[in-house]
């Protein structure tokens, strides 16, 4: 039985080694923040961080995370929402149906835990997520402004 451990609570679970991560987050956890997009790891609907990485897990399978591993989910990011990316989303009004945005979300922040000032060009070739309302340049404004440290527009 994998025991996984999930922003912060070691969990004992019990599923097949094939099964992908996603589906252990979503159903054996009940965290369903961290969305099914495509199943195939192209979307990025899916992101989750392990040990700060950002991973897609809708195709990785539950047996290729070591039990020392941290998994992070959109919920553990900020469960009061106030990582700097959830603070810029908001600012900026990011989303536009939403779906997407958990993993924009976490690829975004673990881009910036990585390399706190990118350039636009970095952002790009970083944060590959698919978003089909296209609220690309409202992602971009969003890494930037979470960069930046600012959060101007709500209060």
Same mark, same amino acid.
């Given at each position: 039985?994998?025991? +996984? #451990?999930?922003?912060? $609570?070691?969990?004992?679970?019990?599923?097949? @080694?094939?099964?992908? +991560?996603?589906?252990? *987050? &979503?159903?054996?956890?009940?965290?369903?923040? $961290?969305?099914?997009?495509? %199943?195939?790891?192209?979307?990025?609907?899916?992101?989750?961080?392990?040990?700060? /990485?950002?991973? &897609?897990?809708? =195709?990785?399978?539950?047996? /290729?995370?070591?039990?020392?591993?941290?998994?992070?989910?959109?919920?553990? +990011?900020?469960?009061?929402?106030?990582? @700097?990316?959830?603070? =810029?989303?908001?600012?900026?009004?990011?989303?536009? !149906?939403?779906? !997407?945005?958990?993993?924009?979300?976490?690829?975004?922040?673990? +881009?910036?835990?990585?390399?706190?000032? @990118?350039?636009?060009?970095? *952002?790009?070739?970083?944060?590959? #997520? *698919?978003? &089909?309302? %296209? $609220?690309?340049?409202?992602?971009?404004?969003?890494?930037?402004?979470?960069?930046?440290?600012?959060? =101007? %527009?709500?209060?």
């Amino acid at each position: 039985m994998p025991r +996984l #451990n999930v922003n912060g $609570t070691v969990r004992d679970i019990e599923v097949e @080694p094939d099964t992908p +991560l996603l589906w252990v *987050i &979503r159903e054996q956890i009940g965290l369903t923040g $961290t969305k099914y997009g495509c %199943g195939i790891a192209q979307c990025g609907a899916c992101t989750v961080h392990i040990d700060g /990485a950002a991973v &897609r897990s809708c =195709a990785l399978p539950v047996s /290729a995370v070591a039990e020392e591993q941290k998994i992070v989910t959109i919920e553990g +990011l900020s469960p009061d929402g106030s990582h @700097p990316v959830q603070k =810029a989303w908001l600012a900026l009004d990011v989303p536009q !149906c939403g779906f !997407c945005q958990p993993g924009m979300i976490m690829a975004a922040s673990a +881009l910036l835990a990585q390399n706190p000032k @990118p350039t636009e060009e970095q *952002i790009r070739s970083e944060i590959t #997520n *698919i978003c &089909r309302c %296209g $609220t690309y340049n409202r992602v971009l404004a969003g890494v930037k402004l979470a960069a930046e440290g600012g959060e =101007a %527009g709500r209060g």
